[in-house]
């Protein structure tokens, strides 16, 4: 089973779309959470940090559920520069990040 | 610019030869990273240093790399006697937390790595 596990897609959603993606991770000892993005050939950005509280910024929305090792991102009313792939990264200490393959979204007119 | 800086941004090697790869953090941050993502692969840790330790090098292959980061200078990823397989992007991220918990890290540009 891989560390953090991610549908890879693609998505392809029509602009004004709300897509959710989620992830699955294995080791209960994690202790940070994050969503990055990548564009293509470029280096990963981070999106935001996700907490067991929940949080939003903009149009986006993390979850985190430690009882399920789950995490999830939901983009509300997609625009066209939302394309990209979406990693989902788990820290579990010492610094060390793990992260998944990705999922790759699409938005289009 | 305060953002991660790696230089140089494309390499080409021959096999047998050494590629040495730079990295800068951000301004202030003092801890440094290094991944490396094969083509269509995920990202994948090498290497986390602070100034002049190496702090956890649990993604390092045994042989042929090797990293530092001096007191002076930027983080070094240095790989001898390239092979093919060692054609891929490396990606440096720094951040500004200690070791205990894991904080936010920051990319920089990537050096992508190609073994002719």
């Known amino acids: 089973r891989k560390e953090v596990e991610q549908d890879p897609g693609p998505f392809n959603v029509p602009e004004g779309a709300t897509v959710a993606f989620n992830c699955t991770y294995s080791n209960s000892a994690s202790q940070s959470f994050f969503w990055y993005r990548q564009d293509c050939r470029k280096e990963p950005k981070l999106l935001m940090s996700?907490?067991?509280s929940g949080n939003e910024d903009g149009r986006f929305t993390a979850q985190l559920n430690r009882a399920s090792q789950y995490i999830s991102l939901l983009i509300r009313d997609s625009k066209l520069s939302d394309s990209a792939t979406y990693l989902c990264v788990v820290g579990l200490g010492g610094n060390k990040l793990t992260f998944g393959t990705g999922t790759q979204l699409k938005v289009e007119l | 610019n305060a953002g991660v800086m790696q230089n140089p941004r494309h390499l080409v090697r021959r096999r047998g030869q050494e590629a040495r790869l730079r990295c800068s953090p951000m301004?202030?941050?003092?801890?440094v990273y290094w991944y490396r993502q094969l083509p269509e692969e995920g990202l994948k840790f090498m290497v986390y240093l602070q100034k002049e330790n190496i702090i956890d090098e649990s993604g390092m292959p045994k042989e042929r790399f090797s990293a530092e980061f001096p007191k002076e200078g930027p983080s070094i990823l240095r790989i001898q006697q390239v092979v093919r397989g060692d054609s891929a992007a490396y990606f440096c991220?720094?951040?500004?937390?200690?070791?205990?918990?894991?904080?936010?890290?920051?990319f920089g540009p990537g050096t992508r790595l190609t073994v002719t």
């Open positions: 301004k202030g941050h003092s801890h």
């Open positions: 996700v907490y067991s």
């Open positions: 991220a720094s951040s500004s937390q200690g070791r205990l918990t894991t904080y936010e890290q920051y």
